[in-house]
């Protein structure tokens, strides 16, 4: 009995398009490209490629509205979660709109400290820009309350 082996590569690189979207409103999409590759078991240089699919999936941003800075191990940071972006820019405001946090860099997180003391149990604004690796503009506004 014959088999068959079917091995799926992604093969470019993320492609993005924002045909009919519109910038900011969450629904940016981005695009990778597959391809099926099927070998022989009887002989492996016998290969077969199919045409390339192109499968969309939207931006993801993923904000908390609420974290503990209580050195627990759990939920101890406000990290922003995003699918990848060319510029990032987080900005966060106490209720008297002085800004407390301010970070251009997605990896970073705000630990609930300003200037090297836990802030004030409440609720903290956050400002979030992105610029998508499709040159589009994201803007976020919200709220983080702040548990201890």
Do not use: C
Request: aromatic letters at 12%; charged letters at 20%; zero cysteines.
């Amino acid at each position: 009995m014959k088999k068959t082996y079917y091995i799926i590569t992604m093969i470019l690189a993320l492609i993005f398009s924002t045909s009919g979207l519109h910038a900011g409103d969450g629904n940016e999409t981005r695009t990778v490209k597959y391809r099926v590759t099927a070998v022989s078991a009887a002989d492996e240089s016998i290969t077969s490629e199919s045409n390339s699919a192109e499968v969309p999936f939207p931006l993801q941003i993923a904000v908390p509205n609420a974290f503990t800075p209580n050195d627990d191990g759990i939920n101890d940071q406000f990290r922003v979660v995003t699918g990848g972006a060319e510029r990032f820019n987080l900005e966060i405001y106490n209720r008297w709109g002085a800004m407390i946090f301010a970070t251009s860099n997605p990896s970073d997180w705000w630990d609930g400290t300003f200037e090297g003391s836990v802030v004030q149990d409440g609720v903290y604004v956050y400002q979030l820009s992105l610029l998508t690796y499709n040159k589009e503009n994201v803007y976020r506004t919200g709220h983080v309350s702040v548990i201890k």
